[in-house]
């Protein structure tokens, strides 16, 4: 079977905009699946993030997403730092063709005006899950029984091996609670409306096509990524701009370790034209 290699972030040619892909299974660290089957690390995407934020070369960053979802450790981190870079220029993201669960919660901190879906793409599917197994009546069948000797009450709570407990599936609805809340803030923040409009009126877990999802408020237009980035534009630059702003982009989603979005005051930036042209 082959492998699909996975993206690497890259620089328009259409100006200097970084295009950062949000592709497949989303989790918080590379590892060798992502390298053999593609996938997204919210590390190496944080860092590339940054690194486009911090480069005064860099017109504008791209969110190219196409991703199921994926795992809640990291996400947060990298949506708060892709809502940090929107203060240093202007951050867009658009679902080509899908932007689901996790993928949608790091789309939608671009901000309100700045995310879009390609015709077609499927938008949303706002919520949290954990799935328990219970293959006690398959065993007991064969004639297996499972003992567990621990310590700690709740140790081997959530086994596959023995129905879930009224007490276990508490615990585990709680820590869901948890994180759609947070998950839901983040949207909330990102699309600029409350966290009830986000809990009743973005489909409770529902995924829809883009117009809808641009009929709900969930994204802000239908429009693919190479008319965007056309729309976008961005300053002409010479091959060895591109090239070395290509190289620190890469650079970084390997290393996968973020460093702080700077942000630049007006008063620095006043001061630093003024350099330029004198």
Known sequence: MQSAAPKLPRVSRDGMISVLPVTGMISQRASIWQELFGGTSTESL??????????????????DVDSPGGTVSGVQEAADIIAQARKA?????????????AAYWLASAVGKGN???APGAEVGSIGVFVMHEDFSAALEQDGVKISFIHAGEHKTEGNPFEPLSDDA??????????????????????????DKRVREGFGGGRYFDASQAAEMGMIDGVIGLRDLVKKIGGQPASEDERASVQSALEAAWVAGTP????????IQRRRRLRLLST
């Open 46 to 63: 944080s860092a590339a993030v940054a690194s486009a934020a911090n480069n005064s070369r860099v017109s504008a960053i791209v969110l």
């Open 259 to 266: 460093q702080c979005v700077y942000v630049e005051s007006e």
């Open 115 to 117: 995310f879009f879906g």
């Open 89 to 101: 220029k202007p951050v867009y993201a658009v679902a080509n063709s899908m932007a689901l669960s």
């Open 169 to 194: 599936k508490a615990h585990l609805q709680k820590q869901i609670d948890i994180s759609y809340d947070a998950f839901v803030k983040s949207v909330a923040r990102g699309r600029g409306v409350s």
